[in-house]
């Protein structure tokens, strides 16, 4: 019987069989329901997707997470439309099969019951949640932990081999609510609560954690930590020397700018240069 919060610290061999990892972001273009959706064709939007996807697996990325970034201002979990699961899920598949390779999920905002049920359908190894466990507020408002209903509703799907990866103090939000507690305490409540790895964010996206702060997130995890913000060539190596992965987006796209698509000559070099 597996113990309360002992995921077995594996993830990322047992996902990617690596212990170091890059994994790109795959930012969805407005899918249908969303307030910037224009009507453009789905079709278009899922070739975005696979060809983002591509550009990052092609260029050595570990793997990828398909996430729904452009469907802002995001909505809080209960206010998510099914519409949005059903074509993350067609998307991931596509990607997936494809390109045979490791792929996550992240529903924003925090909705991790949709995002297990798009990597079950999809077959999806891990998914992304900003909050697993305690509480904050988020742009969105008043966010809680999704570990209770998420974890219950894993285990109806059968899809427990479907991995958490968990933010602690996430981007774009505030962690008042529990700042009478140490970052280090709030990263071993989601150890407690089996998140199988963990994320260390700056304030926004874009925005590179201070590497202390990181450094204390991976002492206190005792799990896989990655970074999942802020990453650039020029301070890859020094935070790779502390986790073991990051998670970027924005500096591989053209301009840097994050709503733009994938540029496979930056991924390139972003790679190339972590091997020298």
């Known amino acids: 019987m597996t113990q309360l919060g002992q995921s077995g610290g594996g993830a990322l061999v047992d996902l990617f069989g690596r212990t170091k990892v890059v994994i790109g972001v795959v930012h ?35 793997g990828v997470i398909v996430e729904n970034h452009g469907d802002i201002p995001f909505a809080k979990p209960d206010d998510i439309g099914p519409e949005t699961a059903a074509y993350m899920a067609v998307v991931s598949d596509r990607i997936r099969r494809e390109l045979g390779r490791p792929i996550g999920i992240n529903v924003l905002a925090n ?106 997130i991976k002492q206190a995890a005792g799990l896989p930590t990655l970074v999942g913000s802020g990453v650039t060539p020029d301070n890859a190596k020094d935070i790779l020397a502390i986790v073991d992965g990051v998670i970027i987006a924005s500096a591989l796209k053209h301009d840097g700018v994050w709503w733009n698509q994938v540029d496979s000559a930056r991924v390139k070099a972003f790679m190339g240069g972590l091997k020298r």
């Open 28 to 62: 969805l273009a407005p899918l249908p329901g969303a307030p910037r959706y224009d009507g453009e064709a789905i079709e278009a939007i899922y070739q975005r997707g696979l060809d983002d996807a591509k550009a990052y697996l092609d260029g050595g990325c570990d």
């Open 111 to 216: 909705a991790a019951i949709p995002a297990l049920a798009i990597a079950s359908a999809a077959g999806a190894g891990f998914v992304r949640v900003n909050q697993w466990a305690n509480a904050y507020v988020a742009n969105e408002g008043f966010v809680e932990g999704e570990s209770g209903r998420a974890a219950r509703y894993r285990a109806r799907l059968r899809a427990n081999g479907i991995r958490i990866f968990a933010d602690a103090h996430v981007k774009h939000g505030a962690h008042a609510i529990v700042a009478d507690r140490p970052v280090e305490e709030l990263v071993k409540d989601l150890v407690f609560f089996d998140a199988d790895a963990i994320i260390a964010t700056g304030q926004r996206t874009g925005h590179a954690a201070d590497l202390g702060y990181t450094s204390k």
